[in-house]
């Protein structure tokens, strides 16, 4: 037997990422939106597409800010007053449809009011304090420093060494700029700028100013005992320390509206006319593409071979972006519709007739991939009867019910929401409590599946809500 390299012929098959596979790909995650600044981008880059003229603009429907979009597909159900201080104090750190013309919606947003930023409205006030040159720069600096939620978390003394700053001035500016408006902003973590705001609002509370700097993280927990034992004071008047921090801010920043808005357009609109469900996909108002004649007229000349393969490569180009859009909206329109086949008894009845489904159901159902599916309804947006919902919104799992089905995990959610919302707060539902509620509504589900829903709901345990009650009014 011979043993050494030799040349050998093999067949085999695999899958060639090409260019264009890849730009079909990532135009099914796109939203409406961003498939419009695509289509833009592409104008500009190939000269081989053209935008198609029409008489009469399209029209879309209304633009919805992101806030409100959330606002509505939790179907204005209010949020709990329950105060959870881990959440918040924690220390870890259609074709036509009659709307505005969309041809200048992104115009609209794009020139939507900006406002002054909080870098601008901090550095306007510095201006206002006699500083000098150098102390003056160092406040630039720090303000550039600060983050989203309004803290400075690089470590003073290594800024110092860095930037060749005395370290006791670079204090001394920074303790000016947490006195600014936002009160607060610049300090290093939630402790810090509630301990700031307690001592600037509330100048003469020692035990407010105690509480904050030594027993926040028992706050957290609710172990009134333990703080009224350190404190040496009731209970009581620890209850009444925890209302003062509930006037202030963890985030600082988040109190300074200089942003602007995000704004949602729904990708599909869905309306019941008559017994029958109407799909509207939201993208008549995105330009329609074509290649221009003369171009195609000039791939049929004789050219040079770098500009033969450079025309050509625009070309298939040109072609495979066309033919993207029409399959994206055809794949859309049919997910939909799948969708509404599946949750017919929600887009009737509402939110609690939601069921169970995946998207292997959806996949198997049509014939296509789960990863077809999952790009297809993600950064989507629908608008029904009950609110906007992203498409990803329809998919959840489900617990068993006393008839042998499934109920969506989603109903469930509202179900123990509402529970909690309408319970004798001197006296809040265990979840053993909830669990009894469940199953006389013909759910099972065990007590622990109460409790991981609770948490993700953010409602406290019955022993915390009851607890708290107290520090409502």
């Not at 709990?80 to 259609?94: A, C, F, K, L, M």
């Not at 997910?335 to 009845?349: E, K, L, Y």
């Not at 509402?418 to 001197?426: S, T």
């Amino acid at each position: 037997m011979k043993i050494g390299p030799a040349i050998t012929h093999r067949q085999t098959q695999k899958l060639v990422m090409t260019h264009d596979l890849r730009q079909s790909i990532e135009l099914l995650s796109l939203s409406t939106l961003e498939l419009s600044d695509k289509i833009q981008s592409e104008l500009m880059e190939n000269p081989l597409l053209d935008e198609v003229g029409s008489d009469e603009k399209a029209k879309m429907p209304e633009l919805f800010s992101f806030e409100e979009v959330k606002r509505i597909e939790k179907l204005n159900h209010e949020k709990s007053t329950d105060v959870n201080w881990q959440e918040t104090y924690s220390i870890e750190g259609p074709k036509s449809y009659n709307q505005e013309a969309s041809d200048r919606n992104q115009k609209y947003i794009e020139s939507s009011s900006r406002g002054e930023s909080l870098e601008e409205h901090l550095l306007n006030q510095l201006r206002l304090i006699r500083l000098t040159k150098l102390e003056f720069e160092m406040g630039e600096v720090l303000i550039s420093m600060i983050d989203d939620k309004g803290f400075i978390t690089q470590n003073l003394n290594e800024l110092a060494v860095e930037m060749n700053y005395p370290e006791l001035k670079l204090r001394k500016v920074l303790k000016l700029i947490q006195e600014l408006d936002p009160i607060g902003i610049g300090a290093k973590d939630i402790q810090e700028t509630l301990l700031v705001q307690a001592k600037i609002l509330f100048p003469d509370n020692h035990l407010l100013h105690q509480l904050i700097g030594e027993f926040l993280t028992d706050l957290e927990k609710i172990d009134y005992k333990k703080i009224a034992r350190n404190l040496k004071v009731s209970e009581d008047e620890v209850s009444h320390l925890a209302r003062f921090i509930k006037k202030l801010e963890p985030y600082p920043a988040t109190l300074f509206q200089g942003k602007k808005t995000d704004y949602v357009v729904p990708d599909v609109v869905v309306k019941e006319i008559g017994n029958e469900f109407n799909i509207f996909i939201n993208d008549e108002w995105l330009p329609k593409l074509s290649i221009q004649d003369e171009y195609k007229e000039l791939l049929n000349t004789k050219l040079p071979a770098a500009e033969k393969e450079y025309f050509q490569t625009k070309f298939s180009s040109a072609q495979w972006l066309i033919r993207s859009i029409q399959q994206r909206r055809q794949t859309l329109q049919k997910v939909v519709s799948c969708i509404i086949d599946f949750q017919v008894d929600f887009f009737r009845g509402g939110i609690t007739n939601i069921k169970p489904l995946t998207l292997k159901e959806v996949a198997e159902k049509l014939g296509l991939h789960e990863s077809t599916i999952s790009r297809i309804t993600t950064n989507k947006y629908i608008q029904t009867t009950w609110g906007i919902f992203e498409l990803k919104w329809f998919f959840s799992s489900g617990v068993k019910s006393a008839e042998g089905g499934k109920e969506s995990s989603k109903k469930i959610h509202e179900i123990i929401r509402n529970l909690v919302k309408n319970e004798d707060e001197a006296n809040p539902l265990s979840d053993q409590d909830i669990v009894d509620l469940m199953e006389k509504k013909g759910i099972e589900i065990a007590r622990r599946t109460v409790a991981k829903y609770r948490k993700v709901l953010r409602i406290l345990p019955s022993n915390q809500r009851k607890r708290i009650s107290s520090l409502k009014g």
